[in-house]
T-cell receptor, first 114, second 112 residues
Framework: DVKVTQSSRYLVKRTGEKVFLECVQD?????MFWYRQDPGLGLRLIYF???????EKGDIPEGYSVSREKKERFSLILESASTNQTSMYLC?????????????FGAGSRLTVL | QKEVEQDPGPLSVPEGAIVSLNCTYS??????FMWYRQYSRKGPELLMY????GNKEDGRFTAQVDKSSKYISLFIRDSQPSDSATYLC????????????FGSGTKLNVKP
C-alpha cells in the first residue's frame, strides 16, 4: 500500500518557536506537497516540490519554508510560529507524469500554537 | 467565483439510503476528477478517481462526471454509519499536474 507518513500527529508549540513537520513517502513519488486545512477555508497549498532540492511556492507560503534533501522526505518549517498558524497540516505526494493524476495524503499533523 | 463549489452540508440520512454528493466547477480544462473521504481528525483518503467524462463504479460507490454541465457526483448505495465522514471533491487540468482544486467538503452523517 502506498504510504505517506507524517511523524507528528499532534503538536503544541509556543509563539515564536521554530517548528518542523516531517513527511516521508515510500512510493518513490517525484512530487510532494504541503497543505493546510482550516474550517471554512478548505485545503490551501503552502509549498510543493517536484524533485529533490526543488520547490515552488503555493498559494500561502508566507511564514513557511520547506526542505527536500531526499526524494522520500519533505519537511515543512515554521521559522517563528504564530497563533494564526494553528491548523491541520497535510502532506501529500503524487507520482510523476505517468499514471493517474491523484494525490495521496498522510494522516495529518494538527498543530496548536499558544 | 470559486473554481469548485461544493455544498458543505451537513447531510443527514438514515442507514441504507442512497446518498448523492455533488460538485460544480467553472474551468472547462479540468480532466482529472477525484473524490476523497476524510474522517474526523484524519487525512483525506482517495475514494474514486475518474479521467475525463463518464461513470466509474467501485462496490457501493459510483462517480459520475458530466463535463458538458461541469458537474460531478458521487453516489453511495446502501449507506452505512461507517460512511459518516466529510467528502471532498478535487480536480485538476492537464496543463498543470501539480495544481489541484478542492471543494470545501460535504459532511455526511448516516444514522443507524
Amino acid at each position: 500500500d502506498v504510504k505517506v507518513t507524517q511523524s507528528s500527529r499532534y503538536l503544541v508549540k509556543r509563539t515564536g518557536e521554530k517548528v518542523f513537520l516531517e513527511c516521508v513517502q515510500d512510493m518513490d513519488h517525484e512530487n510532494m506537497f504541503w497543505y493546510r486545512q482550516d474550517p471554512g477555508l478548505g485545503l490551501r497549498l503552502i509549498y510543493f516540490s517536484y524533485d529533490v532540492k526543488m520547490k515552488e511556492k503555493g498559494d500561502i507560503p508566507e511564514g513557511y519554508s520547506v526542505s527536500r534533501e531526499k526524494k522520500e522526505r519533505f519537511s515543512l518549517i515554521l521559522e517563528s510560529a504564530s497563533t494564526n498558524q494553528t491548523s491541520m497540516y497535510l502532506c501529500a505526494s503524487r507520482k510523476g507524469a505517468a499514471g493517474a493524476n491523484v494525490l495521496t495524503f498522510g494522516a495529518g499533523s494538527r498543530l496548536t500554537v499558544l | 467565483q470559486k473554481e469548485v463549489e461544493q455544498d458543505p452540508g451537513p447531510l443527514s440520512v438514515p442507514e441504507g439510503a442512497i446518498v448523492s454528493l455533488n460538485c460544480t466547477y467553472s474551468n472547462s480544462a479540468f480532466q482529472y476528477f477525484m473524490w476523497y473521504r476524510q474522517y474526523s481528525r484524519k487525512g483525506p483518503e482517495l475514494l474514486m478517481y475518474t479521467y475525463s467524462s463518464g461513470n466509474k463504479e467501485d462496490g457501493r460507490f459510483t462517480a459520475q462526471v458530466d463535463k458538458s454541465s461541469k458537474y460531478i457526483s458521487l453516489f453511495i448505495r446502501d449507506s452505512q454509519p461507517s460512511d459518516s465522514a466529510t467528502y471532498l471533491c478535487a480536480m485538476s487540468a492537464g496543463y498543470n499536474f501539480n495544481k489541484f482544486y478542492f471543494g470545501s467538503g460535504t459532511k455526511l452523517n448516516v444514522k443507524p
